[in-house]
C-alpha cells in the first residue's frame, strides 16, 4: 500500500510513502519491548535531561516544522509556530514535573508502612490525529517517555511527514533508536499492535467512531487505553456577559486551526436578550477574516485538511439550512479560492436543535446559535449531547458562571475565555468524548502501575 500526503491548499502531492512490511512491524515491537526495559531504569534526571534536550530541538527546528504542518494539513504559518513552541515548553514543564509527580510517596497505615510507586506500564501504542500533528504526540510522548514508557507510533496519513520528523528529533534528542518508532501501516492494521502481548497500552486521539474501535480491541486484550475522542463544545452566554470579552474569546475559540479542533467552540447558547447583538457582531467578525494561503503570514483561515472533511462540512451547513436555519454571515461558501480545500467562516442563527450543527461535532469553522431563556434551559441545552469534552460560561457574576460551570457535563470548563489545553492541567473529556486524561500530574502518572509496597 502507498500512502500519499496532500497539500489542502494547492490539491499538489507532497510525498508518498511505502507501508511498512508486516514482518518489520513484529521486529519493531520486539526492539520497542528491549528498549523500554532498559529506558524504564533510566533515573528521572537522566530521562529529564533527554526530554529537555528534544525542547531544544524543537525550537532550533521551528521553521522547518511549521512549514511541513502548513504543507500537510492546511493550519495558517503563525499558528503552526505557535504549535512548536507549546510542544517545547511542555516539554520543560514534564520534565520538570516528573521529579515530583513520579516520586515515590510513603504512608504510615495501623503500625505498617505503606509506599506509592509509580512504575511504567510498558510499550505504548499512540493512534495520533492530524490536526495538531506535532502537539498531540508530544502531549502524549513527553509524559510517556519521562514515566519509563516506550512509544509505537501510528500517525494519521496526510501528516507522515510531521510524524517522520518527530521520530527523527527524539532520536536526536539521545531517545533510543528502538524506543519511539513510526509505523505507515493502515487502520486495518492496527489491531496487530494492539493486540500484541509485548504491547502494554494504547492512546488514541480522534473521531468517537475510531475510539469505540480502538476500545472494543483494548478491551478484548485487557490493555489499558486512554481515548480523546470528539467534542460539540457548548459556550453559554448569559444575559451579563461582557460582549467586547465574549465575542472576542468565541471568534477565536471557532476558527483557530480554521475550526478544526475538538475543544473548539461549536454550539453558541445566547441568553434572548443579547441573541440579536451576539449574533451580528460574530457574523460581522466571521465575515472580516482573512481566508488563503497558509503560508501567507496575513491568513487566518487555511483550507480543512482533505476533501472528504470539507464535504463532511458543507453537508452539515445545508443540513442545517434544510431544518430552516439562517446564514447570518454575508459570505457564501463558494467565496474562496478556486484551488484547495477551503470553506470560509459561516454563522447560522434559528438553528434547531434537530438539526446536524446541534447534534453532531462541525470540524470547520462553521457554528450555529442557540437562543436560551433562563441558566436552566442554557444547562439543559449544553448538557443534551452525547459529548462532554470542553464548553465555556461568559458572565460578570462569577458565582454565577461558577455554579453554571459544575452543572455542564464536561471535562473542561473556562470562565470568560475560551477552552484550551495547558500542559500544567489534566486534560480530557467525559461521556462519548472519551476517557483517561493527558498532561499535569493526572497525564503524567496515566501510563504508569500505581504500585504498594505495604511493609508491616
Known sequence: MIFTTTNPATEEVIATY?????????????????????????????????????????????????????????????????????????????????????????????????????????????????????????????????????????????????????????????????????????????????????????????????????????????????LELGGNDAYIVCNDADLNVTVEACVVARCLNAGQSCVAAKRFLVHSSLYEEFTARVAERFDAMVVGDPMDPSTQIGPIARADLRDTLLEQIQHSLKQGATQATKRLVTDVPKRGFYVPPVLLSNVTTESKLFREEVFGPVAGVFSFRSDEHAIELANDSRYGLGAAVFSQDLDRARSLASEIESGMVSINDFVRSDMRLPFGGTKYSGYGRELGVAGLREFTNVKVIRMK
Open 18 to 226: 511505502c507501508e511498512t512490511d508486516p514482518l518489520d512491524v513484529l521486529d519493531m515491537i520486539g526492539g520497542a519491548e528491549y528498549e523500554q526495559m532498559i529506558w524504564a531504569k533510566r533515573s528521572i534526571e537522566y530521562r529529564a535531561r533527554i526530554v529537555k534536550r528534544l525542547a531544544e530541538i524543537l525550537i532550533r527546528d521551528m521553521e522547518e516544522s511549521a512549514q511541513l504542518i502548513t504543507e500537510e494539513m492546511g493550519k495558517p504559518i503563525g499558528q503552526s509556530r505557535s504549535e512548536i513552541l507549546k510542544c517545547a515548553e511542555t516539554c520543560r514543564f514534564i520534565a520538570e514535573l516528573a521529579r515530583v509527580a513520579l516520586s515515590s510517596e510513603e504512608q504510615e497505615i495501623e503500625g505498617a508502612r505503606a509506599t506509592i510507586t509509580y512504575a511504567p506500564l510498558g510499550v505504548v501504542v499512540a493512534i495520533m490525529p492530524w490536526n495538531f500533528p506535532f502537539w498531540q504526540f508530544i502531549r502524549f510522548a513527553a509524559p510517556a517517555l519521562m514515566a519509563g514508557n516506550g512509544i509505537l507510533l501510528k500517525h494519521a496519513p496526510n501528516t507522515l511527514g510531521c510524524a517522520l520528523k518527530l521520530v527523527a528529533m527524539c532520536r536526536e534528542a539521545g531517545v533510543p533508536k528502538e524506543l519511539v518508532q513510526c509505523f505507515l501501516i493502515d487502520v486495518v492494521r492496527v489491531e496487530t499492535l494492539i493486540g500484541d502481548t509485548r504491547v502494554r497500552a494504547v492512546t488514541f486521539t480522534g473521531s468517537t467512531t475510531g475510539g469505540q474501535a480502538v476500545s472494543q480491541l483494548a478491551a478484548r486484550h485487557v490493555k489499558k487505553t486512554v
